[in-house]
């Protein structure tokens, strides 16, 4: 009698580079309940920690941004939407600033006089070998610069000229590695505009009216969205971040879902329970998103809460967390082994100071703690970690 389809897959953390794993093994029967009869190796990959992604913070500071928070405190001391943004992007790049090789562009560029410049790259992507000193050194450097945005420079004044900001972040040689992931993280309080060639008589304004008082006005929905499709034909995902009430208004959700969808990075679900609030979760073709595609915030609290998600969704993030493709019907049909300095692996039990299974909608992950997740982020040439975790299906 043959035994039911199983499968495994293998990690080696170390420096080398990628290689495909073209043998098939079968194992002696895991003794796990209920009764396994073996497992098979299908394939698999046998990959060096990956190297982390890049990531251009975009960041909004259009007069909008000396909005309040909340429009209806009389204080003199309301948060306005750029307070609580630098508030939240302190937190995030204190906790995450070694997720990637981050720079840093804001926009527009732009004086009282001219409301509709481009933004500008102000630190371009830190150039780094994954050494974490380095990433959260330019993250505190980014940091600085985001903490100043309001005064001095950086005034926060203008319009919101995202489609030619992105287009123009779209040059960057150091955002198309072929050896690393790309993303934008795009954090706007507003709609496009700024589109000198749409017509004020015919577009929809930012507002919702139409006509449109001026054409720069103009709502740039098109000429984002075909923005956002050309970075990735270039391999560079735009993370949309929507902040503020503004966000959350009629006229907002479709053009930031829209850009959310085109940028790769639409905040998918496996039930409405997956998005929160009043979120659905809608079947598109053979994918699922929430009703919110986009990661929306309206205060300091919510932004900070989004960020760290996006943060662990990044890849590359940390080496201790294994995503599994599929869930095992009993926790207890996964075996983990681990060899420490090439070593041939041997199996670890489930535990606080070893590993855990995390179930994550239809599947999950496998995060592992402890002096082995401290091997795993020291991983090298000379001391490289092998992992393998193996899922059963039981009889």
Request: proline letters at 6%; charged letters at 20%.
């Amino acid at each position: 009698m043959t035994g039911p389809t199983t499968s495994r897959f293998a990690v080696c953390v170390g420096a080398l580079a990628a290689l495909a794993c073209l043998s098939c093994q079968t194992y002696d029967f895991e003794p796990v309940q209920p009764l396994a009869i073996a497992q098979t190796t299908i394939g698999g990959t046998v990959v060096t920690r990956k190297a982390k992604p890049n990531i251009m913070l975009v960041v909004d500071k259009s007069g909008s941004m000396n909005d309040k928070i909340d429009p209806g405190c009389s204080s003199g001391s309301c948060p306005t939407r750029l307070s609580e943004m630098k508030q939240a992007m302190d937190t995030f790049l204190s906790k995450y600033g070694d997720t990637g090789r981050l720079g840093l562009a804001v926009f527009p560029n732009a004086t009282q006089l001219d409301a509709c410049v481009k933004g500008q790259v102000v630190t371009d992507i830190v150039q780094s070998a994954d050494v974490d000193a380095e990433l959260k050194a330019a993250a505190s450097s980014i940091n600085d610069t985001i903490q100043s945005i309001g005064s001095g420079g950086l005034p926060a004044v203008g319009g919101t000229p995202t489609a030619a900001t992105l287009a123009e972040i779209g040059k960057l040689a150091s955002l198309q590695s072929p050896d690393r992931d790309d993303f934008v993280l795009l954090l706007t309080d507003g709609l496009p505009n700024c589109n000198a060639s749409l017509d004020r008589k015919t577009c929809q304004c930012v507002t919702g009216q139409t006509p449109c008082d001026d054409n720069r006005n103009c709502l740039d929905q098109m000429q984002v969205v075909n923005t956002i499709d050309s970075l990735r034909q270039k391999g560079i995902r735009v993370i949309v971040v929507g902040f503020g009430a503004d966000t959350g208004a009629s006229i907002a959700l479709p053009v930031l879902n829209a850009m959310a969808e085109h940028g790769g990075f639409a905040r998918k679900c496996e039930t409405a329970a997956d998005c929160g609030g009043t979120d659905t979760c809608d079947q598109v073709g053979t994918e699922k998103y929430c009703s919110t595609r986009f990661f929306q915030a309206a205060n300091a609290q919510e932004l900070a809460t989004k960020l760290s998600e996006i943060g662990a969704l990044l890849p590359g993030v940390d080496p201790c967390v294994y995503e599994l493709e599929s869930k095992p019907e009993d926790p207890r049909l996964l075996a983990v082994y681990v060899g420490l300095d090439g070593a041939e692996p041997t199996k670890v039990e489930p535990g606080p100071d070893t590993w855990t299974f995390v179930e994550t909608g239809n599947a999950g992950s496998v995060t592992f703690t402890g002096d082995i997740c401290q091997n795993l982020r020291n991983a090298s040439d000379l001391h490289p970690v092998n992992v393998e975790i193996r899922l059963v299906q039981p009889l």
